[in-house]
T-cell receptor, first 115, second 112 residues
Framework: DTAVSQTPKYLVTQMGNDKSIKCEQN?????MYWYKQDSKKFLKIMFS???????INETVPNRFSPKSPDKAHLNLHINSLELGDSAVYFC??????????????FGPGTRLTVT | QKEVEQDPGPLSVPEGAIVSLNCTYS??????FMWYRQYSRKGPELLMY????GNKEDGRFTAQVDKSSKYISLFIRDSQPSDSATYLC????????????FGQGTILTVHP
């Protein structure tokens, strides 16, 4: 039973295309996240949703739009893909994180390559 | 200056060695200090965490925090080839709602 799953695992596409990545968690958590890991392994938060409400929105181009249809799902849609969007995107989830500890559980990642 | 600095290595040690992995941070509001381990082509997994200053031990792993110098350490005793991975420190807390600020990660290889 996979706790946090993502689809697809690999995504190869051309510049200018629009693509989506889906994430689902079966841990009963209230909060979900999207992270981007670049080629140097630097992992940076992009968005966070708590009970379908956006609570963290880092400095991310507005071509990236997260959507949370329910507590167990958080999808990421990317418009007009650029070469610099090539990275591994990780979804994560956690219990409600007002006071910590900040135990987040990560999915396996989606490796996006833009050509 | 980055909010969290971590030497990316790579670090290569023989099996059985003691490994020391370190991070420094600048935000004095951080209260929780997480360590994640990431195997190649996998997602990060939580290894252990500490709250505020002090030490915490879990098997062969010891996490240490010195808030006065804003210095975080992870020690691995009797290192094994299965410990070969990237280790990421991630302090958190203060006003950030669940936000982890990751260091760059240290690539560790333990060779037999």
């Amino acid at each position: 039973d996979t706790a946090v799953s993502q689809t697809p695992k690999y995504l190869v596409t051309q510049m200018g295309n629009d693509k989506s990545i889906k994430c689902e968690q079966n841990l009963g958590h209230d909060t979900m996240y999207w992270y981007k890991q670049d080629s140097k392994k630097f992992l940076k938060i992009m968005f966070s949703y708590n009970n379908k409400e956006l609570i963290i929105n880092e400095t991310v181009p507005n071509r990236f739009s997260p959507k949370s249809p329910d507590k167990a799902h958080l999808n990421l849609h990317i418009n007009s893909l650029e070469l610099g969007d090539s990275a591994v995107y990780f979804c994560a989830s956690s219990q409600d994180q007002v006071a910590g500890p900040y135990e987040q559980y990560f999915g396996p990642g989606t490796r996006l390559t833009v050509t | 200056q980055k909010e969290v600095e971590q030497d990316p290595g790579p670090l290569s040690v023989p099996e059985g060695a003691i490994v020391s992995l370190n991070c420094t941070y600048s935000n004095s509001a951080f209260q929780y200090f997480m360590w994640y381990r990431q195997y190649s082509r996998k997602g990060p997994e939580l290894l252990m965490y500490t709250y505020s200053s002090g030490n915490k031990e879990d098997g062969r792993f010891t996490a240490q925090v010195d808030k006065s110098s804003k210095y975080i350490s992870l020690f691995i005793r009797d290192s094994q080839p299965s410990d070969s991975a990237t280790y990421l420190c991630a302090p958190a807390g203060g006003t950030s709602y669940g936000k982890l600020t990751f260091g760059q990660g240290t690539i560790l290889t333990v060779h037999p």
